[in-house]
C-alpha cells in the first residue's frame, strides 16, 4: 500500500490498549512516527518497543486527557523533533456503570464526561493551533461510537458523550473548512476491548457476556480504518465512518446467536 504518512508525526491518545494500540501500530506501519500518549507508563513503554521494530520513531507520553493543564504542559514541552504533529487521534474514551441515569453517581457522571467530552477539546486546543499555524494538510480523527446515534437503557451518559463526539467534530470540520485540516469522526459498532471491564468495574464476566453470541469486531478492525482514513489523498475527506460487526444494525439492535 502507498504511503501517503510516511514520516509524518501522529499523536494517538488512550494508546496503551484497545482501538488506541491498534491504531498506533497500523499507523506506525504506514511509515508514521507515533506519540502514544496514555496513562499508564509500563504499557507505553512496552508498545514504544514494538512501534520501533517496525523501523519508525515512538514516544512514550504519561497523559490524562482529564487534564487540561497536564496536556498544554506536556503538549508544549514536548521535544523539537516531536512537536510539528501531523495527525491527532482522539482515542481515549470510557463508559462506567450501567445504572439509569438518575441512579448513577456524580463521580461516574464527572469522570465519563471529562474523558469522553473535554478530553477530546483539550487535544484540539493543544495540537490543532500548530496544525493551522504551520498550514499542513493535517488530520484529526476523533473516536464517537453508534451509542452517539441512538441512545439505550442504562448507558444515557455515554450515549450522550458520544453524540457529543459527533457534533464536536462537525464543528470543527466546519471551523477549518478554509484550512488543508480534514476531520473525521470513527463511530464502532461493538468491539471487544477492555471497555466492558471497565464498564463493570472490573467484573470480567459480566464484561465477557457483552460478546457471547456474536462475532465482535477487534481493535485491529478500528485500528485499520483509523489508518485508512489517515492515508487518504489530500482531496479526500471522510466525515463520518461507522462500523458495525455483521450481525449488529445500530447500539440496540444486535442479533445474538443461541
Not at 501500530?25 to 518497543?49: T, V
Not at 459527533?166 to 464502532?188: A, K, N, S
Not at 462475532?215 to 485491529?220: G, I, N, R, V
Amino acid at each position: 500500500m502507498e504511503s501517503r504518512i510516511n514520516q509524518k508525526i501522529a499523536i494517538v491518545t488512550g494508546a496503551t490498549s484497545g482501538i488506541g494500540r491498534s491504531s498506533a501500530i497500523e499507523l506506525a506501519k504506514l511509515g508514521a512516527n507515533i506519540i502514544i500518549a496514555g496513562r499508564r507508563q509500563d504499557r507505553l513503554e512496552k508498545l514504544k518497543n514494538e512501534i520501533e521494530k517496525l523501523g519508525v520513531r515512538a514516544y512514550s507520553l504519561v497523559l490524562d486527557v482529564k487534564n487540561s493543564k497536564d496536556i498544554q504542559e506536556k503538549i508544549s514541552s514536548l521535544p523539537e523533533e516531536w512537536k510539528n504533529i501531523d495527525i491527532l487521534i482522539n482515542n481515549a474514551g470510557m463508559a462506567l456503570g450501567t445504572e439509569k441515569i438518575f441512579e448513577s453517581s456524580i463521580e461516574d457522571f464527572d469522570t465519563v464526561i471529562d474523558t469522553n467530552i473535554k478530553g477530546i477539546l483539550y487535544m484540539i486546543k493543544a495540537v490543532v493551533p500548530q496544525m493551522v499555524e504551520r498550514k499542513i494538510s493535517g488530520i484529526v480523527v476523533n473516536m464517537g461510537s453508534v451509542a452517539g446515534n441512538i441512545a439505550y437503557g442504562g448507558g444515557a451518559v455515554y450515549c450522550g458523550t458520544k453524540a457529543a463526539v459527533r457534533y464536536i467534530t462537525d464543528g470543527l470540520r466546519i471551523d477549518v473548512m478554509d484550512t488543508p485540516i480534514r476531520v473525521t469522526c470513527i463511530e464502532p459498532g461493538l468491539v471487544e476491548t477492555e471497555f466492558s471491564i471497565i464498564r463493570y468495574r472490573g467484573d470480567k464476566e459480566k464484561a465477557n457476556d457483552v460478546y457471547n453470541g456474536i462475532e465482535a469486531l477487534t481493535p485491529d478492525d478500528i485500528g485499520q480504518a483509523v489508518a485508512y482514513v489517515c492515508n487518504l489523498p489530500e482531496n479526500v475527506q471522510i466525515p463520518e465512518m461507522v462500523i458495525t460487526p455483521a450481525h449488529q444494525a445500530d447500539s440496540i439492535n444486535k442479533y445474538y446467536e443461541k
